[in-house]
């Protein structure tokens, strides 16, 4: 890419912007070397990368990368056996951190069935975790010129010694700074250090009266810092003892350097592995602060940016544009007023293009789409050369010279105001020179200009299109919204008749421009008419099909009601009808027992006129019970029993009772049934296997505890200012109480803290029995104070 147009389109602030985003120095000096690719494949690849960053940012939050150094010097020292100093240990034992961080931030991830982020997940895959190596030297060091009393026992029998050692030389240097008899030779009844000896102030002029060596003189000369005979021996076991803790920290210091060079490739490869999921979670949250959306990527040199952004203006102040190029035509000319924003959409353009080839996301509506192009050049702003003693017209030729000499098939062109700075007529036919040109190359080009002429030329010619800034008359302001297809009006008089100038003077302006350009004028204002016109006409038929869509879900909603209460009118007359069969049977049982008292007093005669009277009686109330079912009783089963046998109890829906099969269902699927004192043939749809009593019971006493807990148990529960002991003890019985009341999913409020009663609940929830999975929750959800648990 031409590094002027770069610095042209300010694709330099972008890269800023993006390393403010880098949590460490590796991930910075990555973001400084990356430029526009030109292999759609690699830029595809980059842009995957900065998706699934995205994505992950928004379900999971920023993963865990503070802590990333740049430990190469450490690895290398250590790797040829040197001793690595405790802060150079610590850098370290961040990074190994980092790294088992990343591996449990991604294992979370990873139980997510519906994640899929092939690139992130492979990169932490490779990384190594060095638990050991991090928690002997946390264990070790405590920090850059600290070590801990827990190195080695030998390092705290040391200095145990040391502590006794200090108090012995004290005591005695006390008991002669006290002394009746030694006061009078003294400066100050005080013990102090020279040259790492305890060691007391003697005055000059009595030291031949405190016996000892002396290791310092005061600037007056009239103090002596004496190191009495008493002491010397204390003082030099003392300084043994420091030379063997010395000597125990350096042994210490070595052995931990030993266990990284042990493992100096896999950290240094974690190193390299960091510094690239540093990169590219700076992408991502680059793109979320941006509001930005990976764009679909082509090779045909389409642009077609939907509510475009430029990525370094107030996103609340800024007015997006629609820009489309390289389908229908291949060169675009902007024309409208100074401060329209025709600059502003050149460079929006630019640096999106520079931005999605760079693998960054970029500000636009979803599916906006942007060409891959080998070169993009940009001629914009005034180049005048003071120094060269070059015009603006010349500075701009010698760029656009420089710009042809380069330019080659799949290219970019940005022009701002082509062919301005010179006589309008010759500069007007300079551009569109160089614009036929660049069309004959099939070059994507848009430039910006005030030249009528290059208007008409985009109305006459073939693959230039023109587009013009929107400009209010009555408030003599930009809208800065992009109109491709209608050529912008210059507005001049309009402008300066809303501003007061006398009218005599505009009528004799106007008459001393040609006729053509007047009448260009004004067939482009009557184009501005028609257009605002076809808008309205536009936003009303929209406004009615708007409204056409909501009537045509009032009438859904309709339909379902009517529906609705169709469903219940049936289901009332079903059950009607069933209390009428129900009766009906009652009736029937009834009257045969009767009949049966009667027939066991009469002759053999009367009992065969009887049950034919029975049969007869039969016959008619089942064949109104198969009208009924027929006509309203038509009742399926959600439920048809499988492998129905003979003795099981069914419930015919058809009669709301219950009975017993009397034989397996024949090949049509009818099975005969014993309701009562009736047998009767139903099909296998009309049935469903009846429950026990006692199943009935503990199902209702089961559901009414389910529906107690349901009503009363929270989604939620508080344990912030427990400690551990009682948190668990109150969790426990709101895992039991959720887990009867059916709910699926709770929030435990932990609070972040020191992490010790969020660490805590998490590993109790990992073997509890309740517990389906858990995480930590993302923004939103109150992120590291909260864990968010599926219940089994």
């Given at each position: 890419m031409n590094l002027k147009t770069l610095k042209t389109l300010e694709y330099n602030k972008i890269i800023d912007l993006l390393i403010e985003k880098a949590e460490s120095s590796l991930g910075k000096e990555k973001i400084r070397t990356i430029k526009p690719l030109t292999n759609i494949q690699d830029i595809e690849y980059l842009q995957r990368e900065t998706e699934e960053a995205y994505t992950l940012l928004i379900k999971r939050g920023a993963?865990?990368?503070?802590?990333?150094?740049?430990?190469?010097?450490?690895?290398?020292?250590?790797?040829?056996?040197?001793?690595?100093?405790?802060?150079?240990?610590?850098?370290?034992?961040?990074?190994?951190?980092?790294?088992?961080?990343?591996?449990?931030?991604?294992?979370?991830?990873?139980?997510?069935?519906?994640?899929?982020?092939?690139?992130?997940?492979?990169?932490?895959?490779?990384?190594?975790?060095?638990?050991?190596?991090?928690d002997e030297i946390n264990n070790a060091i405590i920090s850059d010129n600290e070590i801990s009393d827990n190195a080695s026992s030998t390092l705290k029998s040391i200095r145990r010694q040391i502590i006794s050692k200090n108090e012995s030389v004290k005591d005695k240097l006390n008991s002669i700074i006290n002394s009746q008899n030694n006061k009078k030779y003294l400066q100050d009844s005080i013990v102090t250090i020279r040259e790492g000896r305890y060691v007391i102030p003697v005055k000059a002029e009595n030291r031949g009266n405190v016996p000892g060596l002396v290791h310092d003189m005061s600037g007056s000369g009239a103090t002596l810092f004496i190191e009495p005979m008493a002491v010397v021996q204390l003082n030099n076991e003392l300084r043994e003892l420091e030379l063997k803790e010395r000597e125990e920290i350096e042994r210490i210091l070595r052995e931990l350097s030993n266990l990284v060079a042990e493992e100096s490739e896999g950290i240094a490869n974690n190193q390299n592995i960091l510094q690239e999921l540093d990169f590219v979670f700076a992408k991502g949250k680059l793109a979320l602060d941006m509001k930005a959306t990976r764009p679909i990527l082509n090779e045909k040199g389409y642009i077609n940016i939907k509510k475009g952004r430029h990525?370094?203006?107030?996103?609340?102040?800024?007015?997006?544009?629609?820009?489309?190029?390289?389908?229908?035509?291949?060169?675009?000319?902007?024309?409208?007023?100074?401060?329209?924003?025709?600059?502003?959409?050149?460079?929006?353009?630019?640096?999106?293009?520079?931005?999605?080839?760079?693998?960054?996301?970029?500000?636009?509506?979803?599916?906006?789409?942007?060409?891959?192009?080998?070169?993009?050049?940009?001629?914009?702003?005034?180049?005048?050369?003071i120094e060269q003693s070059l015009s603006t017209f010349s500075s701009h030729m010698v760029n656009i010279v420089d710009i042809l000499d380069k330019v080659e098939y799949n290219s970019l062109i940005l022009f701002d105001e082509l062919g301005a700075g010179t006589d309008p007529t010759e500069g007007a036919a300079l551009a569109m020179s160089i614009l036929d040109h660049l069309l004959k190359l099939n070059v994507r080009t848009i430039a910006t200009t005030h030249y009528s002429q290059l208007k008409l030329y985009a109305l006459t010619t073939e693959g230039v299109r023109n587009a013009s800034v929107e400009f209010d008359v009555e408030t003599l302001s930009p809208t800065y919204r992009l109109l491709i297809g209608v050529p912008g009006k210059s507005n001049a008089f309009e402008i300066s008749k809303r501003l007061g100038l006398q009218e005599y003077i505009i009528d004799y302006a106007k008459d001393l421009i040609s006729k053509?350009?007047?009448?260009?004028?004004?067939?482009?204002?009557?184009?501005?008419?028609?257009?605002?016109?076809?808008?309205?006409?536009?936003?009303?038929?929209?406004?009615?099909?708007?409204?056409?869509?909501?009537?045509?879900?009032?009438?859904?909603?309709?339909?379902?009601?009517?529906?609705?209460?169709?469903?219940?009118?049936?289901?009332?007359?079903?059950?009607?009808?069933?209390?009428?069969?129900?009766?009906?049977?009652?009736?029937?049982?009834?009257?045969?027992?009767?009949?049966r008292e009667i027939s066991s007093e009469i002759e053999k005669d009367r009992n065969r006129k009887l049950q034919e009277a029975q049969d007869k009686l039969k016959s008619k109330l089942n064949k109104a019970e198969g009208e009924i079912s027929r006509n309203v009783l038509n009742i399926k089963s959600n439920k048809p029993p499988k492998n129905l046998k003979a003795g099981e109890t069914v419930e015919v829906?058809?009669?709301?009772?219950?009975?017993?099969?009397?034989?397996?269902?024949?090949?049509?699927?009818?099975?005969?049934?014993?309701?009562?004192?009736?047998?009767?043939?139903?099909?296998?749809?009309?049935?469903?296997r009846a429950t026990s009593d006692e199943e009935e019971k503990i199902y209702g006493s089961t559901k009414k505890i389910m529906g107690s807990k349901s009503k009363d148990i929270k989604s939620e529960i508080d344990l912030r200012g427990k400690n551990l002991d009682e948190a668990f003890l109150e969790l426990d019985k709101y895992l039991d109480d959720v887990y009867i009341a059916g709910l699926k999913q709770i929030n435990i409020i932990h609070g972040k803290g020191t992490g010790v009663l969020r660490d805590g609940i998490r590993g109790y929830l990992r073997s509890h029995r309740h517990v389906k999975s858990s995480r930590l929750g993302v923004y939103g959800e109150g992120g590291d104070g909260v864990t968010v648990v599926e219940i089994k």
């Open positions: 993963p865990p990368l503070y802590g990333i150094h740049s430990i190469t010097p450490e690895v290398k020292r250590a790797e040829i056996g040197g001793a690595l100093s405790p802060s150079g240990l610590l850098r370290i034992s961040d990074s190994l951190r980092v790294s088992r961080g990343l591996k449990n931030y991604i294992k979370e991830t990873k139980e997510d069935k519906a994640s899929d982020y092939p690139i992130i997940e492979g990169l932490v895959e490779e990384l190594r975790v060095f638990k050991s190596i991090e990525p370094l203006l107030n996103v609340a102040k800024i007015v997006p544009i629609d820009v489309y190029l390289g389908k229908d035509f291949n060169s675009l000319i902007i024309t409208g007023p100074n401060t329209g924003g025709k600059t502003v959409t050149l460079k929006t353009v630019g640096l999106l293009t520079l931005m999605a080839q760079s693998g960054l996301h970029i500000p636009a509506d979803f599916n906006s789409e942007i060409a891959v192009f080998n070169q993009v050049f940009a001629d914009i702003g005034d180049e005048q050369s053509e350009n007047v009448e260009f004028e004004d067939v482009l204002q009557a184009m501005e008419k028609d257009r605002l016109a076809t808008e309205e006409n536009r936003q009303e038929a929209e406004r009615y099909r708007l409204e056409v869509e909501r009537l045509k879900k009032d009438l859904e909603i309709e339909k379902d009601k009517t529906k609705e209460m169709r469903d219940k009118i049936l289901f009332k007359a079903k059950e009607e009808a069933r209390d009428i069969i129900k009766l009906a049977k009652e009736d029937a049982d009834s009257i045969v027992e009767e009949l829906l058809t009669f709301n009772q219950k009975g017993t099969v009397l034989d397996e269902p024949d090949d049509n699927g009818n099975v005969r049934i014993q309701v009562g004192i009736m047998k009767i043939t139903s099909h296998i749809s009309t049935l469903k």
